[in-house]
């Protein structure tokens, strides 16, 4: 979900009646499997740098003190969602998994 348009994150969160951060609680979830996956042959190396800068991106969010940057309105114009996506987006071309459908969840409240 990191790599989808801002539009596409708007509608996947709102489906899913979920906060903009579980996109980025999702990423680190997966995020935290990649050097595994790497070992495996299953991601490629090369993404390995592009995903450790994505990671930083929502942490140095998370420290800004200003919750404006989890809002679905930061999805179109904060310049760390910006970079997020360019980044993921990056890493999907490379691993040839670009074009996918946004993931379903199973939300459980």
Do not use: N
């Not at 801002?6 to 980025?24: M, S």
């Not at 996506?85 to 074009?99: I, K, M, S, Y």
């Amino acid at each position: 979900m990191v790599a989808a348009s801002a539009p596409a994150q708007t509608a996947w969160l709102k489906k899913y009646d979920v906060l903009t951060d579980e996109i980025a609680l999702d990423f680190d979830h997966g995020f935290s499997m990649a050097e595994h996956l790497v070992e495996e042959g299953l991601l490629s190396l090369d993404s390995l740098p592009d995903l450790q800068l994505i990671d930083s991106i929502f942490d140095e969010m998370t420290r800004d003190e200003s919750s404006d940057r989890w809002t679905i309105a930061a999805l179109i114009d904060d310049a760390g969602w910006g970079q997020a996506r360019e980044l993921a987006q990056q890493v999907l071309a490379r691993e040839r998994a670009d074009g996918m459908p946004p993931p379903d969840i199973c939300v459980i409240r």
